[in-house]
């Protein structure tokens, strides 16, 4: 391709800007911002007691959710509204601490002073430093690769202030803090990364290049290779394409163990569609239509959770399976009425060639499966349907499985990170929409119950074992700033899964598997 591409590209920025953290039972020293939290009602705090609360209405500021007023000076207060209810989750802190770090954006050494915080209620220092160190980090990410003259002042220094009992929690809470900001932080860039400047195979250099430093194993596979495994399906989204495929592997072995040996095998699935132009079914070129470069969340977000593994000390063997192309209208794309052969010999007859993102995942699905150590669960994430967008707006990610123990952990990690989820029925009786006359499956159904049909259809590859499907369509962008999420790529996912992971305990209980072939599958009767 002659395209210009500067060769000094770097397609993680933000590893590079490393936020350090000083947690002391003294005041910040010499920080450039301070945060004053102040109650909606109440008594204001001492610090600002003088000013009153007239004064402050009279000036805009109410003590609001999360609403900001600066007071000049030296160093620059910043109060930060915490409504009726204060702050009273970990959920809000993580709100309150982005919310100050926005409003001092020109300010690289920042001071939140958690002392009388920590002090009431029933807060677990460790969880709340972990929460503000995420709020700030991620309040001041913003993506600005290419841009010739970044203004971004680079969050140096956080300082945050905490009574002596609480230092030693507090420190678990930094690493934690800094671990999952990071995971998050380096999703975002890589789906930030323009299509081009990231296409599938530049994305395996990029995992190549950077799994060494996070104690990961990586094996690529690309097309020719694919063509050996027989995954019809990354290979027929492909085909319109000029860009080559990759099938992108990633293994994370709790020290270093051999698989047979780990505790628990996790399976991560994520689609990689680099940019998604709907193929021959092509997309209207609307403002939707511009954001499919976010198309490979799901992949970006089971990379960058991986790369969280070993600091948090996982004891969960981890594999990854990052499924990536373009999907492009050319000549040679596939065609509606085409027919897929997926890994394992189920065959899909493609309807829609913008249903792709479950063609790649089938593939990595019925890979996971035949690994000689069967993962105890797979999970896989996908911004998979326009239908989960919505159903659920842009807040809350669908969440759909197989398995009661599989939908508890996978909620538990998403209300750790305020990444939402919401479960989803998986139901059996629209499954017969997915048939074929001329396939086993049809890649679409009708056009109801878009989020669940795109995950029945995934279930068919699953072999009965234990999985959950994180559909984060309408989740994967911010179209402004707002609180920890920065304009451009959420990095949803990232830090739900390396919570999960990291907290993964092997299912116990039934999983609900359909029990005939969908060819045998009752009609439905509604
Ligand atoms: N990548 C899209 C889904 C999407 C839509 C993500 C909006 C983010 C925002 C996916 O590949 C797609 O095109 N899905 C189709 C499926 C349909 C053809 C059954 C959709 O949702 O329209
Ligand atoms: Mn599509
Ligand atoms: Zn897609």
Known sequence: MTVVIDPAFDPVPSLARATSVSVSSQPPVDPGALAVFVPAEGELPESIAEIGRDALAAAGFTGAENQTLLLPGTPLRVLVGTGKAGIDSDARLRDAVAAFTRAAREEARIGVDLTELLASGDWDAEVAVQ??????????YRYDALKSDPKTVALEELMLQIG????????????RGLILARTAALSRDLANTPPRHLSAVKFAEVVELLAPEFGLEVEVFDREALMQLGTGGLLGVNAG???EPRMIKVSYRPEGAALADAEGHLALIGKGIMYDSGGISLKPSNAMHAAMKFDMMGAAAVFASMTALRDLGTTTAVTGWLMCTDNMPSG???????????RGGKTVEVKNTDAEGRLVMADGLVLATEEERRPDAIVDIATLTGAAMMALGTRTAAML???DSVAEQLQAAADATDENIWRFPLDHRYRDQLKSNVADL???GGQYAGVILAALFLNEFVDGLPWGHLDIAG???????DLWRSVGSTGFGARLLAEFAAGFVKPAGEVDAPETDIDEADADDE
Do not use: F
Request: hydrophobic share 45%.
């Open 241 to 243: 394409s000029v860009e």
């Open 332 to 342: 040679s794309a596939t065609k509606l009425g085409d027919v897929l052969t997926i």
């Open 131 to 140: 929460a503000a160190i995420e709020g700030a980090v991620l309040a001041r």
């Open 442 to 444: 049809s890649n679409i």
């Open 401 to 403: 499985a197989n398995n």
């Open 475 to 481: 989740t994967m962008q911010a179209e402004s700033d």
């Open 164 to 175: 002596e009992q609480h230092a030693e929690a507090a420190e678990y809470g930094v690493e």
